[in-house]
């Protein structure tokens, strides 16, 4: 009986192992079709990556990682597609993932930085790049990262540190001496600053600059006789360089000596230097660095050989504008709108001087040339329609404005605007109904800036409601509209007509 039970049970023993072994061939099969499938669909994915098929790559990528949930890779290059489209906040999605399944990859943890980086998260993105430095061969490649970084945010201690270590491994840089001697003076580490521009010296003898940078040392360490010594040789060796009679206008500048920075930087304008630069030396940001007679001839001088520089042309105007001459500041408004037409704030300058001079016709003719660039724009078709009603072409100036009227969105402002002077076109052309509606629009919003009592009294007069006029007219000069002519309607209400209100 006992021999019974275990034949039965080796009997089970085996089928079952077996069976076993049948399914274990049957997922292994199974297993390699899925490897197969995977790898078919990553390879197909990366050839359309390449070729720019983003959309059919990233199909493929999100099946093969439905085969391989594992897969890096597939997250890695989903990333860099979605990059390639600029959706940073998809892409980091994909990127940290891939960081997830392989924490050591050097590559998966640069693009999470960089999009860190992107996605304005410099604090994090930091912290990988700053470990990554540490543990890598591609360390040149993370300075760049860490020194835009760090210049970004002026955190010159740090900037210091990374070009000291990028020169000891690249090699000895002049260029990247320069910036340390530079950032060397901000930090008053006069030592280094010195060691940095001696060191400069002896291995580039002939190099100008750098004896320029060795006045700029001595004048940082308070040493200006021997600055001086410097660009008096420099000067009388090279008179007509610009780098060493740049240096020294700077010189002159910071030591107060004005005569020589204006002499110099006349002598500047007229050379060779590159534009920014000369003006820089003209102005410090919103500030002239020279009274207004020498600034004027200064700019007249740097204007003769710069007319198609945009900022040559925005400076003139700015001085005219200043002087309060607006005609003068006009022609060069428009040359710089001429120049970069795709400038909507100074296109809008240009009408609004143009305006306040009362040159319509102009004013029309602008207005109906860039309205090809800003078809969508309301302000322009106000101007439009403006320029048209004081040209008292009124049928024009209700079409611009009727237009204009229609893009604007949640402007009251503007909208009030618009109302004005098609209650002005209603009024010249004697539609009162039309005139009175948009006038009560106007009341409504109580736009200070907006001047209707004296108007909607007009429109009242005109509709022979007389009494109500005269108590807006009344109003009108409580908020401090006292003109003579509206002063003679109040006082001769009951004898004026019609057309002595519409004149």
């Known amino acids: 009986m006992k021999l019974k039970y275990v034949f039965i049970s080796l009997l089970i023993i085996i089928s079952t192992s077996c069976s076993i072994l049948k399914k274990s061939a049957v997922s292994e099969k199974d297993a390699q079709k899925k490897e197969l499938e995977f790898i078919y669909l990553f390879d197909a994915a990366n050839k359309n990556r390449l070729n720019g098929n983003f ?12 085969i391989n949930p594992e897969s890096a890779a597939s997250e890695f290059y989903l990333a860099s597609i979605f990059i390639a489209k600029k959706d940073y906040e998809t892409a980091s999605s994909y990127a940290v993932r891939a960081v997830e399944l392989q924490p050591d990859n050097f590559w998966y943890n640069l693009e999470k930085a960089d999009l860190l980086n992107k996605t304005g998260k410099q604090k994090a993105a930091l912290i990988i790049y700053e470990s990554l430095v540490k543990k890598t061969e591609y360390k040149e490649l993370l300075y760049e990262k860490l020194i835009h970084i760090y210049t970004e945010n002026k955190d010159i201690n740090n900037l210091i540190s990374v070009y000291e270590q990028k020169q000891k491994l690249t090699g000895y840089s002049p260029e990247t001496a320069e910036k340390l001697f530079n950032l060397y003076l901000k930090v008053k580490n006069y030592n280094k600053a010195e060691q940095t521009v001696s060191q400069l010296s002896r291995k580039y003898p002939a190099e100008i600059r750098y004896q320029g940078m060795a006045a700029e040392y001595y004048y940082s360490v308070n040493q200006i006789v021997n600055a001086e010594k410097i660009y008096n040789k420099l000067l009388n060796e090279y008179p007509d360089n610009t780098d060493v009679n740049l240096s020294y206008a700077l010189f002159c500048r910071k030591t107060g000596n004005h005569d020589e920075y204006f002499k110099t930087t006349k002598k500047l304008i007229s050379s060779d230097l590159e534009f920014i630069k000369k003006y820089n030396l003209l102005v410090s940001g919103r500030y002239r660095n020279f009274p207004k007679n ?3 001839e200064l700019l007249n001088e740097l204007y003769k050989n710069n007319t198609d520089e945009i900022m040559a042309n925005t400076l003139l105007a700015e001085y005219y504008i200043d002087e309060n001459n607006k005609e003068k500041a006009i022609p060069y408004i428009r040359r710089t709108v001429e120049l970069n037409p795709s400038d909507f ?24 040339k860039y309205l090809t660039y800003f078809p969508n724009q309301p302000k322009i078709y106000l101007y439009k329609g403006i320029a048209e009603y004081k040209l008292k072409n009124y049928q024009e100036a209700e079409k611009y404005l009727k237009s204009g009227k229609n893009l604007i969105i949640q402007n009251p402002n503007l909208l009030d605007q618009f109302n004005l002077y098609l209650t002005l076109i209603y009024k010249k052309t004697k539609q009162f109904d039309k005139a009175l509606t948009l006038a009560e629009i106007i009341l409504k919003h109580k736009n200070k800036e907006i001047k209707i009592y004296e108007l909607y009294g007009d429109l009242l007069f005109a509709v022979n409601k007389k009494q109500k006029a005269l108590s807006y007219w009344k109003q009108a000069q409580i908020n401090g509209n006292n003109t003579k002519k509206l002063q003679n309607k109040i006082d001769n209400f009951q004898n004026i007509t019609i057309d002595d209100v519409l004149k």
Do not use: G, R, V
């Open 55 to 66: 959309e059919k790559a990233s199909e493929q990528y999100i099946t093969a990682m439905e």
């Open 294 to 296: 020498e600034y004027f």
């Open 345 to 368: 704030n100074m296109l809008i300058m240009l009408f609004s001087l143009t305006y306040d001079i009362k040159d319509f016709n102009n004013l029309s003719k602008d207005t109906e």
